[in-house]
C-alpha cells in the first residue's frame, strides 16, 4: 500500500503563485509514475501534471503548461507542483495520485493511489 500526504494549497490573487507537496510513504517503489489532479465545482477531473517516477517524462496540461512545474525530490519521496501566474480558472481541489503499471494522466480513474486533497482558491 502507498499513501499520498499532501500540503500546500490556500488562497491567492490572480497572477500569485502556490506550491503544492505531495509526500509518498509505505511501499514507494510499487508505482511509476505519480500526477497532479484539480477538479473544479460541476466539472470532471482534469489532469495537470505528471512525473515518472525516474524523473524522465514530464506530462502537462495545455492550460497549465509554461505556469505550472512539476519536480521531485526522490530521496525526501516528495513531488511537488509550483504554480505561478495562477487565473480563476486554477481554482478546484488538488488531487496528487499514483499509477503503479501504466499511467493515467487521460483518466483518473486508473489511477491505484490518491491523496487526501487540498483547495487551491484563485480571486480575480
Known amino acids: 500500500q502507498v499513501q499520498l500526504a499532501q500540503s500546500g494549497g490556500g488562497s491567492v490573487q490572480a497572477g500569485g503563485s502556490l506550491r503544492l507537496s505531495c509526500t509518498a510513504s509505505?511501499?514507494?517503489?510499487?508505482?511509476?509514475?505519480i500526477y497532479w489532479f484539480r477538479q473544479a465545482p460541476g466539472k470532471e477531473r482534469e489532469g495537470v501534471a505528471g512525473?515518472?517516477?525516474?524523473?524522465?517524462?514530464?506530462n502537462y496540461a495545455a492550460s497549465v503548461s509554461g505556469r505550472f512545474t512539476i519536480s521531485q525530490d526522490k530521496a525526501a519521496h516528495t513531488v511537488y507542483l509550483q504554480m505561478n501566474s495562477l487565473e480563476p480558472e486554477d481554482t478546484g481541489m488538488y488531487y496528487c495520485?499514483?499509477?503503479?503499471?501504466?499511467?493515467?494522466?487521460?483518466?483518473?480513474?486508473?489511477?491505484?493511489?490518491w491523496g487526501q486533497g487540498t483547495q487551491v482558491t484563485v480571486s480575480s
Open positions: 495520485a499514483a499509477a503503479s503499471i501504466t499511467g493515467c494522466f487521460g483518466n483518473w480513474r486508473q489511477c491505484d493511489y
Open positions: 509505505g511501499y514507494v517503489y510499487s508505482f511509476n509514475y
Open positions: 512525473v515518472s517516477r525516474d524523473g524522465v517524462r514530464t
